[in-house]
Every structure is written in C-alpha cells, then in structure tokens.
C-alpha cells in the first residue's frame, strides 16, 4: 500500500482486500466491552476540513480514538484560513506540530495530492471537491461485501480466519448527480478493482465529460437498469455545486431519476439500497425506501468506522519503509 | 509500506503453504508427530489436575499456531473430563511493541467463547515461547477483554532467552537454543503436517523477535 490514500487508483486488488479484510477484524471491537486497541498511541491524527461534513469528521475522529491516536480537529471556520492563509502555510503549520496523519477534506479537487508533497506523515483523502473520496468507496465495498456474505469467513473457533472474498460479478447501479460526485468516482474505480460490474444511470447533464473513459457502462434509464442490480447506489443531487440548470425541475428529476417504493419492487430480491448520505429524501430516495430492510443507510455509517481504523492503522501502524 | 511479510499474511496462504514446504523441512526435527501428541496429552492432564477438572477453565490460542493447538488441548480434555472446554483465539498483533519496527501486519481474529473470560481461569496457548513479548502483548489483550480469575500459560516448546519476567505454567518441551536458531512448528491445521525443527537463521521462517 502506499503512504497515503489520495485515490482509490491507489490501491491495488490485493490492498482493497487488505483493508476490508482488516476492517471484517476491527469491526469486532464494536462489540466489546472496551472499544478500544492501544496500537496507534502517541501517534496524531489531524483532522483537516475545509469543507462541512458530520459524518466523515466524525467517524474518523472515532476511528482514530479507538485506536488511541490523539486528535487534532482542524475546521476552517474559525481559524486562520478566515483571515486568508494559504493550505500550504496551513500544511507547514501541521507538520511543525508533527502530524503523523492528516485527513483532508478540501472544495479544490487535488488539494490532498498537493498537501502530500508538503507534509512527512501520511495525507488521507476524506473528499477533495468533485475528485474523489476513496474510504467512502471502500466502506460501500465493506458494506456490500457484507450484506451479500463475501466477508472474511467464519472459520469457527479453529484455524485463522479465510480472507474474504472480492466482489466479482455483482452489478452495481449508481444513480444521479455523477457530474459532482466524488463517491461516483472513486466507488467505479474501487468497485471495478475488486470484479463488480458498475452501471451509471443518469440524465446526460449530470455525466462527466471523460465519462467514457471510466471503467463502467452507462445508461440513461432508470427502470430498465433496476432489474438487473444487486445493488443500487442513490447519489444526491449537490446543489450547492450547481451554477447552471441541469434538469428542469427537482420534481422531474424526482420522477425520472428517485427511487421509489414501485421502482424498489422492481429490484431483484436480493438487491440492497445504498446511500452515502446526506439524503435529500423525496427528491433522489423516498423516504419509505430509505427507511426500509433494504436500504443499508445506517450501516454504512457503522461500518465507516471500521473501515476508517483499517485504513489509520495500515498506513500508520507499522514502520515506514520510506527510508 | 508494504504488507506484512508472507508467513504473516493470510493472503496467498490458503492452507498448506506448498512454495514455503521445501525449505521448513530443513533442520533437525525435535518432536514428530506422536510426540507433539503425547506432549499434547500431558499438558491436557496437567491443566485438569491444576485446575481441580478444568470446571471453569477457557483456552485462548494466540494466532496462528496457537489456535490450533487451544482446540487440541480443549478436545484432550473433553476426552478426560466428558464436559466441553470453551476455547478462541486471542489476536495480539494491535498489542505488539514492535509494530513500529515492521510493516503493518495483517490481524488475526480474536475470538472469545459466548460466555467471556470474567471469573475464568483462562490459559494462553501458544507455540514456543521466546521473549515472552508476545505474552505480554496478550495479557494486554485479555485485559481489555474482562477479568479472568487467573490466567495461566501453556507452550509447545520453550525455548529460553527471556526478556521479561515471564514463565509458562505447563510446558512441552524445553529447547535450550541459542539465538542464531530458529525453532519452527508445523501443525497440520496450519502447515499440512505435524513437526517441531530446529535450524539455523537463514532457513526462512522462524518466530519473530
């Protein structure tokens, strides 16, 4: 694995598995009495947003507590970056204080690719404007490895655990606002990586200009994809992203491109509903959809978790063999 | 970073790992098959006879090598007793105080038996004991998992060079070595076939330090 997670180019098959596999062991720890492993003491964990989030800050806060890192929450409301310091100085300002690890979330595609070249610890992508955002890919392959029994095997109270599977052959269906969306691409990266075969559904507008140059097939309609998904990604329509029309109404998006109860009824009976939040319910899911056994809404959020200490702990666990 | 080194990983190593066979058979065999299950016998003894008929005992195997032999002695004592021993795996690797010194390694499971460890008699089953680090990595481990009554140790082979104040309950076999050896166990859980070696540094394998 590299030393930072920057793009879910970065990993190769075999890292992706690492990580899930690792995070099928660490998920454990959720169920113990003291959720809590001792291996990242003493090391820091900077926490670097640019940009609001509830859920990503927060489930690497816990992440890296769990571990026993300490944390630094950086927001830039309220800090220097108000009164017009660049992300380089703010960078300098991190290392200077030694941060083993700085998790960025930043409007400006490109800027962790950037702050790696200027920091010495590890630089973690948690969402860079419309690029990418690679430990939420990773946590929907955790999720979906689970719900469809790929995860790292029972083996009884025996032999060691049998590593768990990839995703080959399961069709993935994302739906929306791909153009802003830097889940879309880092999932169809990830997702192709481990086997899956992924479907973007979209109105045209909504579609990246290189679109065809990602590893995925594309279609326009909605309710033909749907029967033949065994899991069906709904991404919201970003509109603080938008400075142009790109469908006519929120309702005709709605009625085109949401998913609702009748179009659930078409999914096959195994098929799951993902969301990486936050949802706009009534406009790209329903609420009735959101709040049914299929939707995995909430367990992706537990499993961020998880996934975020595999991640913390494989890129700062172990001794750096950049000497 | 790279992974961790292949003997550690899970990956590329379903089973009998058939590319690292020619190379572990080299070295002296210390204990065949029979006698790792005689030895095997006797430790399952001598836990029912410590622990007045193993009533309250759990056996927690420390990965990879010592999990298997937890379900041995577990099933050794069935035999005996006629009551079923709870027994899991306990992974110390979040635990170890050389993380730093190598590449992230890949975890292993820890398993506890539905009934937990609180007011048990818990013994560590493990293949050799060396440092005693990793002993002291798992009763890290244990403590953030519930208070045993007592936790006791039990180990294949015991091959010396302590550095800390730490000595099994029930023993093997003792090996004196010296430190330019390399005990190996082979169980055929794990390895395909049931062996204890000694060899010199450079054979490949062996335990870490």
């Known amino acids: 694995?590299?030393?930072?997670?920057?793009?879910?180019?970065?990993?190769?098959?075999?890292?992706?598995?690492?990580?899930?596999?690792?995070?099928d062991e660490l998920a454990r720890i959720s169920d113990r009495p003291i959720k809590k492993l001792p291996t990242l003491r003493g090391r820091t964990v900077v926490n670097l947003f640019f940009e609001d989030s509830t859920r990503t800050r927060i489930s690497f806060e816990a992440a890296a507590k769990r571990l026993s890192a300490d944390v630094i929450n950086f927001s830039a409301k309220g800090s220097s970056v108000a009164k017009g310091e660049s992300l380089k100085d703010t960078a300098l300002t991190l290392e200077a204080m030694g941060a083993d690890a700085v998790v960025v979330r930043h409007n400006a595609s490109g800027a962790p690719h950037r702050l790696a070249e200027w920091v010495h610890g590890s630089v973690i992508n948690a969402g860079d404007g419309a690029h990418e955002h690679p430990t939420q890919a990773l946590l929907d392959a955790f999720t979906i490895r689970r719900r469809f029994g790929r995860s790292s095997g029972s083996g009884g109270a025996g032999a060691a655990p049998a590593p768990g599977g990839a995703l080959d052959g399961l069709r993935v269906t994302i739906v929306g606002d791909i153009l802003h969306s830097r889940v879309a691409r880092s999932n169809v990266i990830l997702l192709h990586t481990l086997g899956a075969e992924v479907l973007l559904v979209a109105p045209p507008t909504l579609l990246?200009?290189?679109?065809?140059?990602?590893?995925?097939?594309?279609?326009?309609?909605?309710?033909?994809?749907?029967?033949?998904?065994?899991?069906?990604?709904?991404?919201?329509?970003?509109?603080?992203?938008?400075?142009?029309?790109?469908?006519?109404?929120?309702?005709?998006?709605?009625?085109?491109?949401?998913?609702?109860?009748?179009?659930?009824?078409?999914?096959?009976?195994?098929?799951?509903?993902?969301?990486?939040?936050?949802?706009?319910?009534?406009?790209?899911?329903?609420?009735?959809?959101?709040?049914?056994?299929?939707?995995?809404?909430?367990?992706?959020?537990?499993?961020?978790?998880?996934?975020?200490?595999?991640?913390?702990?494989?890129?700062?666990?172990?001794?750096?063999?950049?000497? | 970073m790279v992974h961790a080194k292949p003997s550690d990983g899970k990956r590329g190593e379903p089973g009998p790992d058939v590319t690292a066979r020619p190379a572990s058979r080299d070295g002296k065999v210390v204990l065949e098959e029979a006698e790792i299950s005689r030895v095997l016998t006797r430790i399952a003894h001598e836990i029912i006879e410590r622990t007045r008929g193993a009533q309250q005992v759990v056996l927690l195997g420390i990965p990879t090598r010592g999990v298997p032999l937890a379900g041995r002695l577990a099933a050794g004592i069935q035999q005996v007793e006629g009551h079923p021993i709870p027994h899991g795996s306990l992974d110390i690797t979040m635990y170890r105080d050389d993380l730093r010194l190598r590449p992230a390694r890949t975890l292993g499971r820890t398993q506890v038996p539905p009934d937990g460890i609180d007011g048990q008699i818990v013994v560590l089953v493990d293949d050799v004991l060396y440092s005693g680090r990793t002993v002291r990595a798992a009763l890290d481990a244990l403590n953030d998992l519930g208070r045993p009554r007592a936790v006791q140790l039990a180990v294949l082979i015991d091959r010396g060079h302590r550095e800390l104040p730490i000595r099994p309950d029930y023993v093997g076999k003792n090996l004196p070595t010296s430190q330019q050896e390399v005990v190996r166990v082979l169980l055929t859980e794990v390895d395909g076939e049931d062996a204890v070696l000694l060899g010199q540094a450079g054979d490949g394998g062996g335990r870490p330090r």
């Open chain 1, 1 to 23: 694995m590299n030393r930072h997670l920057i793009s879910s180019a970065d990993l190769s098959r075999d890292d992706a598995l690492l990580v899930l596999d690792t995070a």
């Open chain 1, 208 to 323: 990246p200009v290189a679109v065809d140059t990602w590893p995925c097939s594309i279609d326009y309609d909605l309710d033909a994809a749907l029967p033949k998904s065994d899991v069906v990604m709904m991404l919201r329509v970003q509109q603080e992203r938008m400075n142009a029309a790109y469908f006519p109404s929120v309702r005709e998006y709605s009625r085109r491109y949401g998913l609702d109860s009748a179009r659930m009824a078409q999914l096959p009976e195994r098929a799951i509903v993902m969301h990486p939040g936050p949802m706009n319910r009534g406009v790209e899911i329903a609420a009735g959809v959101a709040d049914s056994p299929r939707s995995t809404v909430v367990e992706q959020v537990a499993n961020g978790v998880s996934v975020r200490m595999a991640v913390l702990y494989l890129l700062l666990g172990g001794a750096e063999d950049t000497q």
